[in-house]
């Protein structure tokens, strides 16, 4: 009896000491942060099993490890963190802030772009950073190492209100742009001022996708309006003017010719730059089809091919040749586009779709630089056929204006994309209508009708607006509507006999015709009219849709609208605008929250978190 005692407290013993947990795989739990706010976008690498993640917006984690293992936690701007795990409970992390940023390194006498990008020497590391700087006698804050933050976006002055009686058409051409929305989140995520140039409106709506009607005629898209009681003030009216447009299968789209333009330059050696955009190019290659080709241009000091046109079937050869690019040198930006542009003309698909897409964080500073060297060059090219996607990556140096201009006018769109969750939602989730325009230049006008409104407001689309004249011109560039692609536009409506001290007066014209009140007058608040082109086309054709008269309580409207009021509530606080009628935050979070509906990948959710940390 006592042996049998024995060997059960020795078969007891041996099994608390033996390291059980190190032995079993589990799901760890966690979050990053500076120390009172969530680090998204932060890497985690298991050492043991080699399993890596990224921390969703809000900084949380889940990785499969054990119990033993190190776990490596690395963002950008912050010192790396080495964790052991020794135990299964939930981790919490908290990252310090680096002082020092990698350099720019510019390399000499390389014998081409290719020759650069594939065998660039090692950056050097952050403890060579700050020995150098402290060699050479200089504080790390002083050192030619350290950053400043040289970001620049186009000026934008917000649109006004306008008096019918004195201009009764509002004229613009679409955005389905979405970079400023990502580019906030970033800031906000960072806890960065927010400059309001930074600010488009309607780029932080059509960041969204709404529940429009699907068009099931002929023509590409269709127009779904609304008319609400203003939540803002409740003296005007909120009027949406949304396009949705008709979704192509991935097998019925035609073949692609694409033409990677990616920025390897020294500027773009960071965690959020380079190895981003190659974990992100790798999403849109594994959804290539056998008829499409791919081509890949670099530049840096100069602009080279490191991949001949490819067949889309051979993902293995395209992505072998995206995990060998390396960042060093200047950058020549200008010398990369001709370049991209000769070789997508070269492997031109009739009937097909021939784009460009380029991907970098916009600091050119070699050749061709300037904004408008840049517009005529694009402009000039637009004629080719070929259709360019600019995406965004990075921050500090980031060039928005640039890009901005570049896929304004060479029949494009422009993302900006701060994390693997954003690259999926671009290349991945939203990949036809980032890549397959189904219409182009697709310009909307409006018409007020006076014996109903008093005066408007086009909430957004600053650099988009157009001349009158304009909607009729078919040479005058406009947007582009891709495969599935919704785009929203809202104005602020001032009824007649409203008195607001944002309609500046005007004199009664002399010569103007007063026009009678019918059954059309007091039937429609106004015209909505739209052009566009087939994406092989060079004729417009029109599409036109009245606005009833008659409106609803906000409290009536539907989620779509109260989460879209929410969102342009918010861009014009974030602007400090005098037209919120000092709304506040607690006004904006009640609209997102009405609107939180329909939100299956959570992007709604994240907005409302993104005003509360903004708050």
């Given at each position: 009896?006592?042996?049998?005692?024995?060997?059960?407290?020795?078969?007891?013993?041996?099994?608390?000491?033996?390291?059980?947990?190190?032995?079993e795989?589990?799901?760890?739990k966690?979050?990053?942060t500076?120390?009172?706010?969530?680090?998204?976008?932060?890497?985690?690498?298991?050492?043991?099993?080699?399993?890596?993640?990224?921390?969703?917006?809000?900084?949380?984690?889940?990785?499969?490890?054990?119990?033993?293992?190190?776990?490596?936690?690395?963002?950008?701007?912050?010192?790396?963190?080495?964790?052991?795990?020794?135990?299964t409970?939930?981790?919490?992390?908290?990252?310090?802030?680096?002082?020092?940023?990698?350099?720019?390194?510019?390399?000499?006498?390389?014998?081409?772009?290719?020759?650069?990008?594939?065998n660039?020497?090692?950056p050097?590391?952050?403890?060579?950073?700050?020995?150098?700087?402290?060699?050479?006698?200089?504080?790390?804050?002083?050192?030619?190492?350290?950053?400043?933050?040289?970001?620049?976006?186009?000026?934008?002055?917000e649109?006004?209100?306008?008096?019918?009686?004195?201009?009764?058409?509002?004229?613009?051409?679409?955005?389905v742009?979405?970079?400023?929305?990502?580019?906030?989140?970033?800031?906000?995520?960072?806890?960065?001022?927010?400059?309001?140039?930074?600010?488009?409106?309607?780029?932080?709506?059509?960041?969204?996708?709404?529940?429009?009607?699907?068009?099931?005629?002929d023509?590409?898209?269709?127009?779904?309006?609304?008319?609400?009681?203003?939540?803002?003030?409740?003296?005007?009216?909120l009027?949406?003017?949304?396009?949705?447009?008709?979704?192509?299968?991935?097998?019925?789209?035609?073949?692609?010719?694409?033409v990677?333009?990616?920025d390897?330059?020294?500027?773009?050696?960071?965690?959020?730059?380079?190895?981003?955009?190659?974990?992100a190019?790798?999403?849109?290659?594994?959804?290539?089809?056998?008829?499409?080709?791919?081509?890949?241009v670099?530049?840096?000091?100069?602009?080279?091919?490191?991949?001949?046109?490819?067949?889309?079937?051979?993902?293995?050869?395209?992505?072998?040749a995206?995990?060998?690019?390396?960042?060093?040198?200047?950058?020549?930006?200008?010398?990369?586009?001709?370049?991209?542009?000769?070789l997508?003309?070269?492997?031109?698909?009739?009937?097909?779709n021939?784009?460009?897409?380029?991907?970098?964080?916009?600091?050119?500073?070699?050749?061709?630089?300037?904004?408008?060297?840049?517009?005529?060059l694009?402009?000039?090219?637009?004629?080719?056929?070929?259709?360019?996607?600019?995406?965004?990556?990075?921050?500090?140096?980031?060039?928005?204006?640039?890009?901005?201009?570049?896929?304004?006018k060479?029949?494009?769109?422009y993302a900006?994309i701060?994390?693997?969750?954003?690259?999926?939602?671009?290349?991945?989730?939203?990949?036809?209508?980032?890549?397959?325009?189904?219409?182009?230049?697709?310009?909307?006008?409006?018409?007020?009708?006076?014996?109903?409104?008093?005066?408007?407001?086009?909430?957004?689309?600053e650099?988009?607006?157009?001349?009158?004249?304009?909607?009729?011109?078919?040479?005058k560039?406009?947007?582009?509507?891709?495969?599935?692609?919704?785009?929203?536009?809202?104005?602020?409506?001032?009824?007649?006999?409203?008195?607001?001290?944002f309609?500046?007066?005007?004199?009664?014209?002399?010569?103007?015709?007063?026009i009678?009140?019918?059954?059309?007058?007091?039937?429609?608040?106004?015209?909505?009219?739209?052009?566009?082109?087939?994406?092989?086309?060079?004729?417009?054709?029109?599409?036109e849709?009245?606005?009833?008269?008659?409106?609803?309580?906000?409290?009536?409207?539907?989620?779509?609208?109260?989460?879209?009021?929410?969102?342009?509530?918010?861009?014009?606080?974030?602007?400090?605008?005098?037209?919120?009628?000092?709304?506040?935050?607690?006004?904006?979070?009640?609209?997102?929250?009405?609107?939180?509906?329909?939100?299956?990948?959570?992007?709604?959710?994240e907005?409302i978190?993104?005003?509360?940390?903004?708050?």
């Amino acid at each position: 009896m006592k042996k049998t005692t024995l060997l059960l407290w020795v078969l007891f013993c041996t099994a608390l000491a033996l390291p059980t947990n190190a032995q079993e795989l589990f799901t760890l739990k966690g979050r990053v942060t500076d120390g009172t706010r969530g680090l998204p976008g932060t890497n985690v690498v298991s050492a043991k099993t080699k399993k890596k993640t990224v921390t969703d917006y809000d900084g949380n984690f889940e990785l499969q490890t054990y119990v033993g293992d190190v776990l490596e936690f690395s963002f950008v701007g912050y010192k790396t963190e080495k964790i052991k795990i020794k135990n299964t409970k939930p981790l919490k992390v908290v990252l310090n802030p680096s002082q020092v940023v990698l350099e720019e390194v510019v390399y000499e006498n390389v014998t081409t772009v290719a020759e650069m990008a594939l065998n660039t020497p090692p950056p050097p590391t952050t403890q060579e950073v700050m020995i150098r700087g402290i060699a050479s006698g200089l504080s790390i804050t002083n050192s030619p190492y350290h950053q400043q933050n040289s970001e620049s976006y186009a000026k934008l002055e917000e649109n006004e209100f306008h008096h019918v009686k004195a201009q009764p058409l509002s004229t613009f051409s679409i955005d389905v742009d979405r970079a400023a929305y990502s580019n906030i989140r970033r800031m906000i995520n960072n806890g960065q001022d927010i400059p309001a140039d930074a600010v488009r409106i309607e780029e932080m709506i059509n960041y969204f996708n709404y529940n429009y009607p699907k068009p099931d005629g002929d023509e590409p898209f269709c127009i779904d309006t609304e008319v609400v009681q203003n939540p803002w003030n409740k003296d005007t009216r909120l009027v949406k003017i949304g396009i949705q447009g008709k979704e192509i299968p991935l097998e019925n789209l035609p073949a692609s010719n694409l033409v990677f333009l990616l920025d390897v330059s020294g500027s773009m050696n960071a965690t959020n730059k380079l190895p981003l955009l190659k974990s992100a190019f790798r999403i849109l290659v594994n959804q290539l089809r056998e008829e499409d080709k791919v081509s890949i241009v670099v530049y840096a000091g100069a602009a080279g091919t490191v991949l001949e046109p490819t067949n889309g079937s051979n993902k293995s050869e395209i992505l072998n040749a995206l995990d060998k690019l390396e960042a060093g040198g200047s950058t020549a930006g200008g010398a990369g586009l001709e370049l991209a542009y000769k070789l997508a003309e070269e492997q031109f698909i009739d009937g097909g779709n021939n784009r460009i897409i380029l991907a970098t964080d916009g600091d050119f500073n070699v050749g061709l630089s300037s904004d408008s060297a840049m517009e005529d060059l694009i402009t000039e090219k637009r004629k080719s056929g070929i259709f360019f996607t600019a995406l965004g990556f990075g921050m500090g140096n980031y060039k928005d204006s640039k890009l901005e201009t570049l896929a304004d006018k060479g029949n494009g769109n422009y993302a900006y994309i701060d994390t693997m969750q954003e690259a999926r939602k671009v290349l991945g989730t939203e990949f036809g209508g980032t890549l397959y325009t189904i219409a182009k230049d697709v310009k909307i006008q409006v018409e007020f009708n006076p014996a109903l409104v008093q005066g408007y407001r086009l909430i957004g689309y600053e650099n988009r607006m157009l001349n009158a004249e304009d909607f009729q011109d078919d040479t005058k560039d406009a947007g582009e509507i891709g495969s599935g692609h919704t785009v929203t536009a809202l104005y602020e409506v001032v009824p007649v006999g409203v008195k607001t001290p944002f309609l500046k007066p005007v004199d009664d014209l002399k010569y103007s015709t007063n026009i009678p009140s019918g059954e059309a007058d007091a039937n429609e608040l106004m015209l909505v009219k739209v052009r566009y082109k087939k994406p092989d086309g060079d004729r417009s054709m029109l599409v036109e849709q009245p606005v009833a008269n008659t409106f609803k309580a906000i409290e009536k409207a539907s989620a779509d609208f109260n989460f879209m009021a929410g969102v342009a509530l918010f861009g014009m606080q974030l602007r400090d605008s005098p037209f919120k009628n000092d709304a506040d935050r607690a006004v904006t979070l009640s609209l997102a929250e009405k609107g939180r509906s329909n939100d299956a990948e959570g992007f709604r959710a994240e907005f409302i978190r993104l005003v509360k940390a903004a708050n």
